[in-house]
């Protein structure tokens, strides 16, 4: 069974500083995809940036950017130019290409954004 | 505003009860899934429909059941309610299957409390 695992249950950044949370993940499979979400106290799941396995190239969504080292399985999410507005709960999430499949998460991250 | 609608949003209930979290999918999707979001197991996928037919099951309890109704919208029942059920509960859409770059919308989740 594939596993996430979130290693830093709590994060706290500077305002305008940088700041990259981690994930490992666990699995058998070759082709598969990778996801960052965001949950602020509002409650609601935000897509922030999404990664495809098979390309080697790191996704990058404005001030988010990802680390993905396949060997490694390991799916860093950074932040740059850090807001008041990123602070939040952080999931890593995967899911396994093809079909219906589920997304299985970490535990999560809870980012800190000090002014 | 991802354009899923879960009702309600807050559900205060006893042990032994039965409840019912409703989910409204985005106009034209046809994929609805159900997410326990708990303290101590984190996010877990508990179901899949697809255009009203059950397509995957994840860690759903025998106390638990859920359907797709025609017009889409789905519920999920929860019965003989026990303290450790108390989490918050989302419901997601896509338009399919939920296939490769397919987005998930999460809505905004039903935060159950069982005293």
């Known amino acids: 069974a594939q596993t996430v695992t979130q290693s830093q249950p709590e994060m706290s950044v500077q305002e305008a500083e940088t700041v990259t949370l981690s994930c490992t993940y666990d699995t058998s499979e070759s082709d598969y995809y990778l996801f960052w979400y965001k949950q602020p106290p509002s409650r609601q799941m935000i897509l922030v940036i999404r990664q495809e396995a098979y390309k080697q190239q790191n996704a990058t969504e404005n001030r988010f950017s990802v680390n993905f080292q396949k060997a490694a399985k390991s799916f860093s999410l950074k932040i740059s130019d850090s807001q008041l507005g990123d602070a939040a709960m952080y999931f890593c999430?995967?899911?396994?290409?093809?079909?219906?499949?589920?997304?299985?998460f970490g535990k999560g991250t809870k980012l800190t954004v000090n002014p | 505003d991802s354009g899923v609608t879960q009702t309600p949003k807050h559900l205060i209930t006893a042990t032994g009860q039965r409840v019912t979290l409703r989910c409204s999918p985005r106009?034209?999707?046809?994929?609805v899934y159900w997410y326990q979001q708990s303290l101590d197991q984190g996010l877990q996928f508990l179901i899949q429909?697809?255009?009203?037919?059950?397509?995957a099951k994840g860690n759903i309890l025998e106390r638990f059941s859920a359907q797709q109704f025609p017009d889409l919208h789905s519920e999920l029942n929860l019965s003989s309610l026990e303290l450790g059920d108390s989490a918050l509960y989302f419901c997601?859409?896509?338009?399919?299957?939920?296939?490769?770059?397919?987005?998930?919308?999460f809505g905004s989740g039903t935060q159950l409390s069982v005293l």
């Open positions: 997601a859409s896509s338009k399919g299957l939920g296939q490769d770059n397919e987005k998930l919308f």
């Open positions: 999430a995967y899911r396994r290409r093809g079909g219906s499949e589920k997304l299985v």
């Open positions: 429909y697809y255009n009203g037919e059950e397509r």
């Open positions: 106009s034209g999707d046809l994929s």
